[in-house]
């Protein structure tokens, strides 16, 4: 069976004193929770993170990385430097870096390369629009940013890597995909992988993010092909983020 993982995506937030009081509730509180717990936080933050969290059982990761491994880049962080920080995990693809960093398919792929190619496992987002959902091309959509990653990297490459379904039109919107809208998409990454290679395609981690909180977790993850869960609001909270983790 396929273990569920819960990551927190803290976005640009947090500060030095909040961050510590947040992961203090959150190590207090984890030991009934059987899902994996991870929290992708801002770089700046690493190096206390990963002192805070160190043997505690919770993973710690970035949410963004250069497709680079070093040189005139400036302002980039490299995988070397996140693992140097004891990163497991790393978020590629984000719909933010895409919508607003003009990160393309290709760029995503490059950097999902990178990571594997460091040791770290990628969190890879796919996710249509809301106009790409109203048009019927969601699928189109999710497969087009999947071949990306399967062109460059290969089929085998997804078995060291979590995917992360995200509508951009459930994000930080309040209107979260419903349970079957989601399991239909998660559905249909699992099934266009299985065609490829079956082993990779049941291994697979798919979460799901978009809006997740306490009091719709449970159902969501209940799905067949849903996996966990990427939290980016509710996971600033810890009693909130803590119910979303032990309902996966
Ligand atoms: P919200 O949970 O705030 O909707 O954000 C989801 C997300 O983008 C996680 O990466």
């Known amino acids: 069976m396929r273990r569920k993982i819960v990551a927190g995506n803290w976005k640009m937030h947090g500060n030095l004193a909040d961050n510590e009081a947040l992961l203090s509730a959150l190590l207090a509180g984890a030991g009934d929770v059987k899902a994996e717990m991870a929290v992708c936080v801002p770089f700046p933050y690493l190096a206390s993170v990963s002192a805070k969290l160190s043997g505690g059982g919770i993973a710690w990761g970035a949410q963004n990385m250069s497709q680079h491994g070093k040189g005139a880049f400036t302002g980039e962080v490299s995988a070397a430097m996140l693992n140097d920080f004891g990163c497991k995990y790393v978020i590629v693809g984000h719909s933010e870096r895409r ?4 990160e393309s398919d290709e760029v995503v792929a490059d950097k999902f390369l990178a990571a594997q190619a460091a040791g770290l496992v990628p969190i890879l987002c796919v996710g249509e629009s809301l106009e790409e959902r109203e048009t019927g091309v969601t699928e189109q959509v999710v497969g087009r940013q999947l071949d990306a990653v399967i062109a460059k990297a290969g089929v085998a490459s997804l078995a060291n890597c979590v995917v992360a379904y995200e509508p951009v039109w459930a994000i930080g919107t309040g209107k979260t995909a419903t349970p079957a809208q989601a399991q239909a998409v998660h559905a249909f ?4 992988l299985r065609a ?9 981690v798919i979460q799901y993010g978009g809006s997740v909180k306490a009091a719709n977790a449970a159902e969501l993850f209940a799905q067949p092909d849903i996996d966990g869960g990427l939290i980016g609001g509710a996971s600033l909270q810890a009693d909130e983020f803590l119910a979303i983790c032990r309902a996966a």
């Open 99 to 102: 919508a607003l960093y003009g």
């Open 189 to 192: 990454i699992r099934g266009k």
């Open 196 to 204: 490829l290679d079956p082993v990779v395609a049941d291994g697979l």
